[in-house]
């Protein structure tokens, strides 16, 4: 049995979503990733979102995320209000900021905790509120 790399919740009182990464993540994980969040019946295009990184390493080329950019750009159902990323570790920070640097169409902020997230979303949900989401692999 696999273990899961990804999985996502809307929380529709906050009209956000947020997306939870485990282990290395690769372009092919960003895309599948998004590819299930578009597929979800309860999708809202006008969210706000959550990527928490925390406990993955993402492992991108600039070039894949230009590929992944791409993605967002074309996809009708993409969600490009404002997106907070949360990373633990310099290879994913770097990674994060350079994705913040060439996203064009949306707001992107990179942060190392849940609060500095929040606070950029403007929303009021606290990490306490998910714990059970962000800490379970299912």
């Known amino acids: 049995m696999n273990a899961i790399k990804f ?5 529709d009182k906050e009209n956000i979503v947020i997306i939870k990464h485990y282990g290395n993540t690769y372009l092919e994980d960003l895309f599948k990733s998004a590819k299930a969040l578009y597929s979800d019946k309860n999708y809202n295009q006008g969210a706000v979102g959550i990527t928490d990184f ?3 390493n993402l492992k991108v080329s600039k070039k894949d995320i230009e590929e992944y950019l791409k993605l967002e750009i074309t996809e009708p159902k993409a969600i490009l209000t404002r997106w907070a990323v ?7 920070t770097a990674s994060g900021m ?3 640097m060439l996203a064009h169409k949306h707001k992107v902020g990179i942060f ?4 500095g997230a929040a606070s950029f979303l403007n929303i009021k949900l606290k990490e306490s509120d998910v714990e059970l989401f962000l800490k379970n692999k299912r």
């Open 112 to 115: 190392s905790t849940w609060q």
């Open 54 to 56: 925390r406990d993955s």
């Open 86 to 92: 949360i990373v633990s570790d310099p290879e994913s």
């Open 98 to 100: 350079i994705y913040q």
């Open 7 to 11: 999985k996502h919740k809307f929380i």
